[in-house]
């Protein structure tokens, strides 16, 4: 069928990606680090940019990316959630064409050197991959002001060597997979749960605890399908966190595939492994409270 009614706009949105940020905190010997990449996205009334680019309306990326490191510095870094929750805020606030402002930070591990048992106050090796997440919406103004916070994790690669099968699955004419129940389970988790409140608590004690559970559910977990294991991470998530409304799990597959040594005249009994980097089975999970509030444009990048 064609179409033929007019085309309008429907969305339009724009900001300063990947702001890397390095804050350090000098005030004691011991010193701190704070190392992340700060993106920021403004919705708002903007459409005369794109259809006559009318600019008057429209505050400078660079702009943007100025605001992003004076507020590094005030009112600083201690929390990527509040700093987040504190830009989106000026955005809004102070910006009169912006109607929403979303601020996503990745912020990255620091492990302090250790020499001859001790700590070193200021040096420190990187961790890695895996980072921190938050997403911070806010939207409106005063008494209006709606919120959104999503923590998160992403880059957190897990490995278990067996306690792991997959078997019983679905079959066609193109099916040559054998079924297995003993295998490597292992992933790259990208891990996202939205906040139900904001405050009262303490986002540096939840993200441990939340990165705690994940892990003890996926060590302890005896897995028929990834499936299964990142509902049961999910569940634990919700049930021991009462403050999250909702969380999302993606996960890659990263297979390890039993090489053949027999073409050598060697056995191999699940010792030595391929590990294929692609193709690979990308799994994902969304589990939330039936009476959790709307999660709005919380999601939306």
Request: hydrophobic share 40%; charged share 25%.
């Amino acid at each position: 069928m064609a179409l033929s009614g007019p085309i309008v706009s429907t969305d339009n949105r724009y900001g300063k990606a990947e702001n890397r940020i390095v804050r350090f905190y000098k005030e004691r010997t011991r010193h701190e680090i704070r190392d992340v990449n700060v993106s920021t996205t403004l919705r708002g009334d903007f459409e005369a940019a794109y259809t006559d680019g009318d600019q008057s309306h429209v505050l400078p990326t660079d702009t943007q990316k100025h605001t992003a490191f004076v507020y590094a510095k005030k009112p600083g870094l201690d929390t990527i959630e509040e700093y987040a929750i504190a830009l989106a805020k000026h955005f809004v606030e102070t910006v009169a064409p912006v109607a929403s402002a979303r601020i996503d930070v990745d912020c990255y591990g620091w492990q302090r050197v250790s020499i001859d048992g001790a700590e070193h106050d200021h040096t420190w090796v990187r961790q890695g991959p895996e980072a921190r997440t938050a997403a911070v919406t806010v939207a409106g103004e005063g008494g209006e002001q709606s919120r959104w916070v999503i923590g998160g994790i992403k880059d957190l690669v897990l490995l278990k060597s067996t306690g792991s099968e997959f078997a019983d699955f679905l079959t066609d004419e193109y099916t040559t997979l054998a079924p297995t129940r003993d295998r490597v389970l292992a992933s790259s988790l990208v891990v996202q749960w939205r906040f139900a409140e904001i405050g009262g608590f303490d986002w540096d004690e939840v993200y441990e605890g939340i990165r705690a559970t994940l892990l003890e559910l996926f060590a302890t977990t005896y897995s028929k399908a990834l499936q299964q294991t990142l509902h049961a991470m999910g569940t634990a998530v919700l049930e021991r966190f009462p403050m999250l409304a909702e969380i999302r799990l993606a996960a890659p597959n990263k297979h390890h595939f039993e090489y053949d040594l027999a073409q050598f005249g060697i056995e191999n009994s699940g010792e030595v492994f391929w590990a294929a980097d692609r193709p690979y089975g990308s799994i994902h999970a969304t589990l939330a409270r039936a009476d959790a509030p709307d999660a709005g444009i919380a999601w939306l990048p």
